[in-house]
């Protein structure tokens, strides 16, 4: 196979490229930034790119924005994902179209290289590949998502004035309603979202974080 790998650690990247070349495949090219993958495989045109999440400048999500360009421009570039993190609004993304040649590993979770290696094969052969945590943790987010499509437009309102960090009766102000009605809206949300009484959690806290996480 014909391989890029995007890696930003050095010591990571040149051991992949050394890995590769001694199971006999050829690493047409190494790079540490999404800019530079973007351009090495718009020059080598490579069987697969394996891809870390977090490069630079910001250390966040280029990887996985980059896998979504190379899906977009470069569709037959198979794209395997190896990085620490899931990031799963990009990685839903990834996912929702054609999943034929993607896969997502966890580094710290490849206990074996040749299961690695099993996995860049099938992957580049057009199989999908992923790592269980990451399936877990996608359909994690997708059921916040569908908990917080079950809100109605006034507990909706009611949630994005608790995420500005108003009380009761400050959102009961707002709205001009009574703060037993608001009470009411804050019970219905903490229920659809799931989220029952517990004196470890804040809910109100909790619910907000769902808010903004979406």
């Known amino acids: 196979m014909r391989v890029i790998v995007a890696e930003d650690s050095?010591?990571?990247?040149?051991g992949l490229v050394h890995l590769l070349q001694r199971r006999?495949?050829?690493a047409v090219a190494a790079v540490a930034d999404a800019h530079t993958l973007l351009a090495a495989v718009a020059e080598h045109q490579p069987d697969i790119a394996v891809i870390d999440v977090r490069m630079p400048p910001t250390h966040t999500?280029?990887?996985?924005r980059a896998a979504l360009t190379l899906r977009r421009d470069h569709p037959d570039v198979a794209v395997l994902v190896l990085s620490q993190y899931i990031e799963t609004r990009y990685a839903t993304r990834l996912l929702s179209g054609r999943c034929e040649g993607i896969g997502y590993l966890l580094k710290d979770r490849v206990a074996d290289v040749g299961d690695f290696l099993d996995a860049l094969t099938r992957v580049a052969?057009?199989?999908?590949?992923l790592d269980p945590e990451v399936i877990t943790q996608i359909l994690g987010a997708s059921r916040r998502v569908f908990a917080l499509e079950t809100l109605t437009a006034r507990e909706r309102q009611v949630l994005a004035l608790m995420a500005e960090g108003r009380s009761n009766s400050a959102i009961a102000a707002a709205l001009e309603v009574s703060p037993a009605s608001v009470e009411k809206y804050v019970t219905s949300i903490f229920a659809k979202l799931g989220l029952p009484p517990s004196d470890?959690?804040?809910?109100?806290?909790?619910?907000?974080l769902r808010?903004?996480?979406?």
């Open 211 to 214: 808010y903004l996480d979406s």
């Open 125 to 129: 052969g057009g199989a999908t590949v």
């Open 10 to 14: 050095a010591l990571l990247r040149d």
């Open 24 to 26: 006999g495949h050829e």
């Open 61 to 64: 999500d280029e990887g996985l």
């Open 200 to 208: 470890a959690d804040h809910r109100r806290v909790l619910a907000v």
